[in-house]
């Protein structure tokens, strides 16, 4: 062991993936060394830690680690209206492609952005989504990166995404050949919605599931609520549900814990990377399931 931290009681599930903002306290090096310690085989990374590294010395330390890049998070923002902007907006999403093709993960999580100030028309900003999505995915194809649209919780439609259920991220990927653009479907924001089942089965048999992520729905939200996702556990979702609907409808990927939690990342990243291993296994393992 590198550290202190006691190691989860079991190696990690195959298709278990921690998501790098889970432990952002955590620098990369500590996180990789903690993730071969712990029998973790996947991680999900983010683009500013992962530039503030260096892309292509990031690479070489996952690679060497023997780690699966799950997905890179994020591409999206694009709802700007400026051609200026827009333009900007859509140089930054192929930069994001290339660090996931330099990466090696074939998934690039795309947020699709809120409102630009002063608008308030939600159909006009999705189409502007869409009309992002004609340019960036045969650049993807090329790369062998897949985009996969992140519906957000309603709360957040006016400042992250206009995009705010599962129905609404499917039509903005079904013009596009499956294996280049889907979806990914996030518990903490998609666990009200009662559309959802039927829509995964949909995606699922068109093979249009591309990432899947997980975390907990507590009260009281914090302020801005950015911050609110709950250890696996802690709150309303039903993680074995969830489980069980993925996997009927055909998604055998990673399973990729992705929490936002300030006391979380007050505490010490091995620790709470031990206790996310046990929580999920608790909470998703065979005997929950």
């Known amino acids: 062991m590198t550290g202190t931290a006691a190691a989860p009681a079991a190696a990690a599930p195959a298709e278990f993936s921690v998501n790098q903002m889970t432990v952002k306290q955590l620098p990369l090096p500590e996180l990789v060394a903690a993730c071969a310690d712990f029998g973790i085989r996947g991680v999900g990374l983010w683009r500013e830690p992962v530039r503030a590294y260096g892309v292509e010395a990031a690479a070489k330390l996952v690679r060497d680690a023997g780690l699966t890049v799950t997905t890179l998070c994020r591409g999206g923002f694009l709802t700007a209206a400026e051609p200026a902007e827009r333009a900007r907006a859509l140089a930054d999403n192929r930069a994001a492609v290339d660090e996931a093709a330099a990466l090696g993960t074939d998934t690039l999580v795309l947020v699709p952005g809120g409102l630009p100030p002063g608008d308030r028309d939600l159909p006009a900003a999705r189409a502007r989504v869409a009309a992002a999505l004609v340019e960036l995915a045969p650049y993807a194809a090329a790369r062998e990166v897949r985009l996969a649209v992140e519906p ?47 829509l995964v089965v949909r995606a699922g048999a068109a093979g249009r599931l591309h990432a899947f992520q997980l975390a907990d729905w507590t009260t009281p939200l914090p302020h801005g609520a950015l911050t609110g996702r709950g250890p696996l556990g802690d709150g309303a979702v039903d993680f074995a549900h969830w489980r069980r609907l993925m996997a009927g409808a055909g998604y055998a990927g990673p399973v990729e814990v992705e929490l936002f939690n300030e006391e979380l990342w007050a505490r010490d990243g091995r620790e709470v990377l031990a206790e996310t291993v046990r929580r999920y296994a608790e909470v998703c393992g065979p005997r929950a399931c």
């Open 152 to 198: 957000l919780h309603p709360m957040y439609a006016a400042d992250r995404s206009v995009v705010s259920t599962l129905a609404q991220a499917l039509a903005l990927a079904e013009p596009f050949p499956a294996e280049r653009v889907g979806v990914c479907v996030d518990t903490y924001h998609l666990w009200w919605d009662d559309t959802v089942p039927d």
